[in-house]
Each structure stands twice: as structure tokens, then as C-alpha cells.
């Protein structure tokens, strides 16, 4: 009885504890479920960021080629405008010279005429080289705007990439803290149930036996009863016998003292009677 009642104190003490662990686990299962959770859904968003941050870039990255493009096509016009100015900057000295030398009134206004022309064609020039130089200058600052853009979209993709592996580790971290805690929770459930189960079956032969040992109780309490019931009935018996022959043997010594003070009457009678 008392190695059940020990039993009992220690699966009770075990089903707590096991009941504090498992509640433990699950605070921790939880915890580390949420973890899991918000760096799976970081690492998502992180991937979009990336993904939208490169878009970002490859947009940039066309609209640079196209302004380089675009730099290199004006660089190759004002180059030809160069050339072209050069070379009718050329012809006109050689009108002015023929100019000079001409003789007839024809040479004069034909070297003038194709003078005016090339002056026309000069000054063209300057205007389409001042413009395409405005255009470069713009197309420049352009191309320095793309270029620090596009340096700056860099170094955000690799900034976002370096906390890809962070984010990565704590997902795996976090997942293998969930199957562990998921493991634990189960076998602190299985202990708690099995502890209560074993309690149960404990109590159930403590009560059985507690109940035997109260109907054992019982029959000997009714047999003590009885036993103290006879006893009296027997000692009340012995009284009575006592009484009974204290009663008897008084009748006896009574009637012996009656018989000896009869006898002794007599013998008085008749020792007078023999003096007389």
C-alpha cells in the first residue's frame, strides 16, 4: 500500500513535469514556427525587392546604352561637321583667293556667288556644331545621372543579396528548432498520457484496496462486537453463577450454624437435665 502511495506521488510528479516541458515546447514551437514564418515571408519580399531592384537596373542599364549610343552618334556628327567645316573653310579661302585674282567681271561674280554659298554652308555648320556640342553636354550629364543610378542600383542589389544567406540560415535554423520542438511536444505528451494513464490505474487499486481494508474494517469491527457481547454475556453468566453459589453455600453455612446452635441447645438441655 504505502509503495503504491510512493508510486503515485512519483507519476503525479512526473505528469506535472512532463506537463511543464511539453507547455515549454509548444512556447518554443510557436516561437520558433513565427521565426520560420516572418523569414520565409522576408525572404520572399527580399527576393521581389531583388527581382523589381534588377528590372530597375536593366531599365537603367538600356537607357545608358542608349544615351552611350547616342553620345557616340553625336561625337561621330561633330566630328563630320569638323570636316566638312574644315574643308569649306578651305574652299573659301581658295574663292577669296581666286576672288582676288580674278580678271573679268564674270570670274568676279561667280567667285562671289559660290563665296556667299560656302559662307551659307559655314555658318550652318557652326550652328549645327554649336548645337550638337549643347546636345553632347546634355547627353553627357545624362549618361553621368544613369551611370550613379545604375551604380547605386548595384550597390543596392548587393546589399540586398549579402541578407539573402542571413535571412536563408534563419530559415533553416528555425525550421530544424520547429522539428525538434514538434519532437519534443510529442514525447512529453506521450510521458504526460502514460504517466496519467498509470496514475489512473494506481488510484483505481488504491481505491479498490482502500475499500477492502474498509469492509475488512467493518467485519472486525462487527466481530469485536460480538466478541465483547459474548464477553459480557460470559461474565455476566460467572456473576450470576457466583451469586448464585455464594447464595447457595450462605443457605449452607446457615443451616450448618443452625444445626450447630440446635446441637448446642440440646447438649446445654441435657447436661441441666443431668444436674437436676
Excluded: C, W
Aim: hydrophobic letters at 25%; glycine letters at 2%; proline letters at 0%.
Amino acid at each position: 500500500m504505502a509503495s503504491l502511495h510512493r508510486k503515485a506521488s512519483q507519476l503525479q510528479k512526473q505528469k506535472l513535469e512532463a506537463g511543464k516541458q511539453k507547455k515549454r515546447g509548444e512556447r518554443e514551437f510557436l516561437k520558433a514556427q513565427s521565426i520560420e514564418k516572418k523569414s520565409t515571408s522576408g525572404l520572399a519580399s527580399l527576393q521581389r525587392r531583388i527581382e523589381s531592384t534588377r528590372e530597375q537596373l536593366g531599365g537603367v542599364s538600356n537607357v545608358l546604352t542608349q544615351r552611350l549610343a547616342q553620345q557616340e552618334s553625336i561625337q561621330r556628327l561633330i566630328a563630320a561637321a569638323d570636316v566638312r567645316l574644315n574643308h569649306e573653310k578651305e574652299a573659301k579661302e581658295q574663292t577669296e583667293q581666286e576672288l582676288e585674282y580674278s580678271t573679268s567681271e564674270e570670274e568676279k561674280q561667280h567667285a562671289q556667288d559660290r563665296l556667299r554659298t560656302i559662307s551659307d554652308r559655314i555658318n550652318e555648320l557652326i550652328e549645327e556644331l554649336k548645337q550638337r556640342k549643347k546636345m553632347t553636354i546634355k547627353v553627357t550629364s545624362a549618361i553621368e545621372d544613369y551611370q550613379k543610378s545604375k551604380s547605386r542600383i548595384s550597390t543596392k542589389i548587393q546589399n540586398q543579396t549579402r541578407s539573402k544567406p542571413t535571412l536563408q540560415k534563419l530559415i533553416k535554423k528555425s525550421k530544424n528548432a520547429t522539428s525538434r520542438f514538434a519532437k519534443q511536444v510529442a514525447s512529453k505528451t506521450k510521458q504526460e498520457q502514460s504517466a496519467k494513464q498509470n496514475l489512473t490505474k494506481i488510484n483505481k487499486k488504491l481505491s479498490e484496496l482502500a475499500k477492502k481494508r474498509s469492509s475488512k474494517g467493518v467485519s472486525k469491527k462487527k466481530k469485536i462486537k460480538t466478541k465483547i457481547k459474548s464477553k459480557k454475556k460470559k461474565l455476566k453468566a460467572k456473576a450470576k453463577k457466583k451469586i448464585k453459589t455464594k447464595r447457595k453455600t450462605s443457605k449452607k453455612i446457615r443451616r450448618k450454624n443452625k444445626k450447630r446452635t440446635k446441637k448446642a441447645k440440646q447438649k446445654k438441655r441435657s447436661k441441666s437435665r443431668r444436674r437436676k
